[in-house]
């Protein structure tokens, strides 16, 4: 079955380090987006893909980067920028062509030691 | 720029009870909406969603909602809840600058036995 995988399901971050998190669909959709979500602030947008070597920064960029070099790939790296990075993160798909909902992969916690 | 208010943070209902979570958008043109429901630690599932026709729209487990237009309402409804409910519920609307999803910050549906 299609869908997103997300990797790491936990992931631990020594303050000042970068982490990349991983987000790979077999969707075959063009857009991706990244969302963080905080306890009762609900998701936020960090940035988003329309298509490949193509991305735009959303509400709540500064701190983070991506990439989009292949259409089934869309890597978030939260660098040590990023005051607050402790979030569950979540990456989601859609195909471009069509106004649909979203698919949501399973998320990346992210915590500080 | 468009919204979504979910003015309900929690809510608890009895098992067996019916239940109605609101949702109250802003969006200059026709929206297209859309309930997703989130276990804990887990993504995002599609409940259902409008785009045009029919009012009251029907979902996956059980649940329908029902567009209001004049009331900018799109509140989701179940007749009879069960304890696997329990979750967080998130109304969106789509067609925002960034091609994707505005949400609300979501409620929380607490299952008394």
């Known amino acids: 079955d299609g869908g997103i995988t997300q990797s790491p399901k936990y992931l631990f971050r020594k303050e000042g380090q970068n982490v990349t998190l991983s987000c790979e669909q077999n969707l075959n959709h063009d857009a991706m987006y990244w969302y963080r979500q905080d306890p009762g602030q609900g998701l936020r947008l960090i940035y988003y893909?329309?298509?490949?070597?193509?991305?735009q920064k959303g509400d709540i960029a500064e701190g983070y980067s991506v990439s989009r070099e292949k259409k089934e790939s869309f890597p978030l790296t939260v660098t040590s920028a990023q005051k607050n990075p402790t979030a569950f993160y979540l990456c989601?798909?859609?195909?471009?062509?069509?106004?649909?909902?979203?698919?949501f992969g399973d998320g990346t916690r992210l915590s500080i030691l | 720029a468009q919204s979504v208010t979910q003015p309900d943070i929690h809510i608890t209902v009895s098992e067996g009870a019916s239940l109605e979570l609101r949702c109250n958008y802003s969006y200059g043109a026709t929206p297209y909406l859309f309930w997703y429901v989130q276990s804990p630690g887990q993504g995002l599932q599609l409940l259902l969603k409008y785009f045009s026709g029919d009012t009251l729209v029907q979902g996956i487990k059980g649940f329908e909602a029902e567009f209001k237009r004049s009331q900018s309402s799109f509140n989701l409804r179940k007749p009879s809840v069960h304890w696997s409910d329990a979750a967080e519920y998130f109304c969106?609307?789509?067609?925002?600058?960034?091609?994707?999803?505005?949400f609300g910050k979501g409620t929380h549906l607490i299952i008394q036995p």
């Open positions: 969106a609307v789509a067609g925002g600058g960034a091609d994707g999803l505005t």
């Open positions: 893909s329309q298509i490949v070597n193509d991305f």
């Open positions: 989601a798909s859609r195909d471009r062509a069509l106004v649909g909902p979203q698919h």
